[in-house]
């Protein structure tokens, strides 16, 4: 409905409205605002300046000829706000198809608007996000979805926010949705932003830079890689639209959807979780999330039947079926009879949330921490890590007597040693660089001679190892009073072995079967890795 002239004189003239007075009003027209609508011919500086003329309006020449001055036209700090405001008001209905009435232009309404409109102005100072780039490793269709994100937070010159450039349908309907009470925008937009990007034409003189804009995020987004080249032409054109058409054509048409479609409802229904790894519960659930949404973002490209939340609840639970815990299952017994409509049962986000609390996996790995924390663990040579030793007076001890603090790799995993089903657990990574520490570390004992293994050191020398080793089946064998002498000749025979490495295997293992009976089998084994080293030592030579 428009303004008639009843309602443009109250529009000016009220005081819950511009609150300017009649005199005043009436020399507005002098200054070429006449209607509501001129109002979008005026910036901000214009009004500042209509403001300063009508305080000082100068003279006039009176009936006689004569210069009289005028009396200043009165116009509050509180009227020319508004007026700025209501020109604000005035261009967004123009940007977005809507005619302006007593309705939409209430000061209410205005007010509102101004409001979301300094958001979006604010957009243009705040730091720019970073460009999703489209590489070997990024889906197109998960490319174009972080895109879209991307220009919602990027506006144009219009302080239109730059993905209204993308949106699918160019034109618009020429009747708009009606408003929603007390605000500037439509029932089903939600806010200016939303107005803007759903309603804002591509025909303004200014979607062409808008448009270019686009195009060099694009650019800088596939520069470098195989997608450049289907861009070639949007380049010419400097046409962004056009570019990110070009690349979803190619790349991401119907048939990458379906092959989406397919991997998110295959995590959905097919994939389990039975938490006998260190695989947390809050990883899974974070990924059937994902899946879901990823439905969602099928279904604006291909047919797709989403699961309701009840449904999504049900498959979670069937996903997690597989592990024996009781707490768990206690926690998936409870959501199942939970019959309240706004419960668990039905919603998809409390379910999860209640499954979490009892994962077991998580439940272990705190009770793992409190029990042993990590600073208490050697490693498994039972040499200190390159970590700082721990000063606790409780700490776990080593081989060697002193505590030790495990270091962490690149990888994230712990030096220290692991268990047949930890091992398992851990990545192809995780296993490599702990191989390649433990052969670091070996290396260096040997060449300062601390390696229980390595029966000389690096200046060809007995080694550490070797002498203790020697005095501990001395000291041992001192004991046995029968076999006092056989040990003493056991240690000869080592530590002239380590000289001239002349010994002839044979007398080494009678030696070692005098000194240590048989009976010993942990000594025996010592022994024999010892006798061992020998003889590697000697065919070296």
């Not at 027209?29 to 000082?56: H, M, P, T």
């Not at 034409?201 to 997608?227: C, M, W």
């Not at 707490?327 to 309240?340: G, H, P, S, V």
Request: charged residues 25%.
């Amino acid at each position: 409905m428009v303004f008639t002239a009843q309602q443009t004189t109250a529009f000016f003239e009220d005081a819950n409205q511009m609150s300017i007075p009649n005199r005043t009003r009436l020399q507005l027209v002098n200054e070429g605002i006449s209607y509501v609508d001129d109002l979008k011919d005026f910036s901000s500086e214009d009004l500042e300046q209509i403001a300063k003329n009508l305080r000082s309006p100068g003279s006039t020449l009176n009936a006689a000829g004569t210069l009289v001055p005028t009396a200043p036209f009165t116009i509050g700090a509180k009227s020319i706000i508004r007026l700025k405001s209501a020109a604000i008001a005035v261009r967004y209905y123009e940007t977005v198809g809507r005619s302006t009435d007593p309705a939409n232009m209430r000061w209410t309404v205005i007010k509102n608007l101004v409001q979301a409109w300094d958001a979006l102005k604010n957009r243009s100072k705040d730091d720019k996000p970073e460009i999703p780039k489209l590489t070997k490793n990024t889906s197109v269709p998960k490319w174009h979805e972080s895109l879209r994100i991307v220009l919602t937070r990027i506006t144009g010159v219009r302080n239109i926010p730059l993905i209204y450039v993308l949106r699918d349908t160019v034109a618009v309907s020429a009747t708009a949705p009606p408003l929603l009470a007390n605000q500037p925008y439509g029932d089903d937009i939600k806010s200016v932003a939303n107005e803007l990007i759903a309603r804002a034409s591509h025909r303004h003189p200014q979607f062409d830079e808008d448009n270019a804009k686009v195009l060099s995020i694009v650019d800088e987004a596939v520069r470098g890689t195989i997608y450049s080249s289907a861009i070639s032409s949007a380049r010419r054109s400097q046409d962004g639209r056009s570019a990110v058409n070009t690349i979803i054509t190619q790349y991401a048409g119907k048939d990458k959807w379906l092959a989406e479609r397919k991997r998110a409802d295959d995590t959905i229904r097919t994939s389990k979780w039975l938490g006998n790894t260190n695989y947390k519960l809050e990883a899974f659930v974070t990924r059937h999330r994902n899946a879901y949404n990823l439905l969602a973002q099928c279904a604006d490209h291909v047919v797709v039947e989403l699961p309701t939340e009840e449904r999504r609840v049900e498959l979670l639970m069937e996903a997690i079926s597989g592990c024996n815990d009781v707490e768990l299952r206690a926690a998936a017994a409870a959501i199942k009879q939970n019959e309240d409509p706004a419960g668990p049962k039905y919603n998809f986000e409390e379910a999860a949330s209640i499954l979490q609390e009892a994962d077991p996996v998580e439940r272990k790995d705190a009770e793992s921490k409190r029990k042993r924390p990590s600073v208490q663990i050697s490693d498994t040579s039972g040499q200190p890590t390159s970590a700082t030793k721990s000063t606790t007076p409780t700490a776990n001890v080593g081989a060697t007597g002193a505590a030790k603090t495990p270091g962490v790799g690149k990888t994230g995993v712990e030096f220290r040693y692991y268990k047949a089903h930890e091992w398992r657990a851990l990545s192809e990574e995780q296993r490599n660089e702990l191989k390649a520490y433990h052969k670091e570390q070996k290396s260096k004992r040997q060449k300062t001679g601390t390696d229980s293994t390595s029966l000389i050191n690096a200046k060809g020398k007995p080694s550490k190892s070797l002498s203790k080793l020697v005095s501990m089946v001395i000291a041992e064998k001192q004991k046995e009073s029968e076999q006092e002498d056989a040990a003493a000749s056991l240690a000869q025979l080592m530590l002239a072995s380590v000289s001239n490495l002349t010994q002839s295997q044979n007398q080494v293992q009678q030696a070692a079967q005098v000194a240590v009976p048989s009976q010993d089998p942990n000594q025996t084994a010592q022994l024999q890795k010892t006798i061992q080293g020998i003889l590697k030592l000697k065919k070296s030579k």
